[in-house]
C-alpha cells in the first residue's frame, strides 16, 4: 500500500517536497515511481527509484527534481526545485516488481492516491 502526501499550492520558483510512505515488508523489492496527471492531459512519468536506488527522470524535471529514499522510514520522496506553473498536477506514487526498465503508467502494480501540486504564476 502506498499514502502519498505533501501536495500544495507553491508560487513559481518554489520548492516542495512530496513523500509516499510505503507498507509491507517487501517494499524495497519494488521500483518506485512518481508521476503526474495535469487536467485534460495523460498521466506522465516523472522519475523512478531502482531497487539500488539509481534514479532516473523526464527531460521536463531532470535537474530540478530529486528521487531519493528513507529505508528507516520506507518512505520514497520526490524533492522539486524551481516549479513551474507547468508543474501543476496530481502527483501519483507507483510500484512495480518487475525487472524490466519501464516509464509506461499502466506497468505499475500499486499506486498512491495522489497530492494536488499547484503552481501559481
Known amino acids: 500500500q502506498l499514502q502519498a502526501s505533501g501536495g500544495g499550492l507553491v508560487q513559481a520558483g518554489g520548492s516542495l517536497r512530496l513523500s509516499c510512505a510505503a507498507s509491507g515488508p517487501t517494499w524495497r523489492n519494488y521500483v518506485m515511481a512518481w508521476f503526474r496527471q495535469a487536467p485534460g492531459k495523460e498521466r506522465e512519468f516523472v522519475g523512478r527509484?531502482?531497487?539500488?536506488?539509481?534514479?532516473s527522470y523526464a527531460n521536463s524535471v531532470k535537474d530540478r527534481f530529486t528521487i531519493s529514499r528513507d529505508n528507516t522510514k520506507a518512505t520514497i520522496y520526490l524533492q522539486m526545485n524551481s516549479l513551474k506553473p507547468e508543474d501543476t498536477a496530481v502527483y501519483y506514487c507507483?510500484?512495480?516488481?518487475?525487472?524490466?526498465?519501464?516509464?509506461?503508467?499502466?506497468?505499475?502494480?500499486?499506486w498512491g492516491q495522489g497530492t494536488l501540486v499547484t503552481v501559481s504564476s
Open positions: 527509484l531502482s531497487r539500488g536506488s539509481s534514479t
Open positions: 507507483a510500484a512495480h516488481g518487475g525487472t524490466h526498465y519501464t516509464t509506461w503508467w499502466d506497468d505499475y502494480w500499486y
